[in-house]
């Protein structure tokens, strides 16, 4: 069995980052599809637009959770050199997941979970960073693109240079090549777009 864990690990962090938690609850709680309104992805956001902070806060600690355990059994077992790719397959799952038509959310919770199980000073610099960037850029898919390219050479800075870097690395990647395609996208009061529902709200 040992020598099936650098396969099954990885394997096990794909399909839980695949569990669309986005997608559930909000169809059980409105009957929709969170991908089919907002910003079209299966996010955190997205199910507080349509559901509310509530079910959005249950969304959020889910997608965080899919991120942790994986890489959290790894390192119990004794694998913490596949962590980072543990981590980095179960962001992948999050953004294209197997279970939902590989249409998911943008990987940044599961990433987080991902880091936390590592090393939460990661969690913290990578999270400071990306709401620094967010008030700067007013543009969070521009800020998180910059976020995923800059988290691993910041903790090599700050000398976490062990086996966080490398899946700061390898999420950051990820997180990088999937909010491009939001690059263009425009957002109003940051991003929960209230404005532009405001709008809508008053056309209907």
Not at 96 to 101: D, E, G, H, T
Not at 174 to 187: E, G, T
Request: proline letters at 4%; aromatic letters at 12%; a positive charge.
């Amino acid at each position: 069995m040992d020598g099936f864990l650098p396969f099954l690990l990885p394997l096990l962090g794909y399909l839980l980052g695949s569990l669309p938690f986005a997608i559930w609850v909000t169809r059980l709680v409105k009957g929709v599809d969170v991908r089919d309104s907002g910003s079209g992805h299966a996010t955190t956001t997205n199910t507080i637009r349509q559901a509310g902070f509530g079910w959005g806060a249950l969304v959020l600690a889910l997608d965080i959770a899919k991120g942790f355990l994986p890489v959290w059994l790894a390192l119990s077992v004794g694998r913490d050199s596949i962590s980072p790719y543990v981590a980095a397959l179960a962001v992948a799952g999050h953004c294209w997941p197997l279970f939902a038509q590989f249409r998911g959310g943008m990987g940044l919770a599961t990433a987080g979970g991902a880091l936390l199980a590592l090393d939460p000073r990661a969690f913290l610099l990578t999270l400071g960073i990306l709401i620094l960037l967010t008030l700067i850029i007013r543009h969070s898919a521009r800020a998180s693109v910059f976020t995923g390219l800059l988290m691993a050479p910041l903790l090599w800075v700050v000398g976490l240079r062990d086996t966080v870097f490398w899946a700061a690395l390898a999420v950051g990647l990820v997180i990088a090549f999937r909010f491009l395609i939001d690059w263009n996208r425009k957002y109003r009061e940051l991003w929960l777009d209230r404005e532009q529902q405001t709008k809508k709200d008053e056309t209907a």
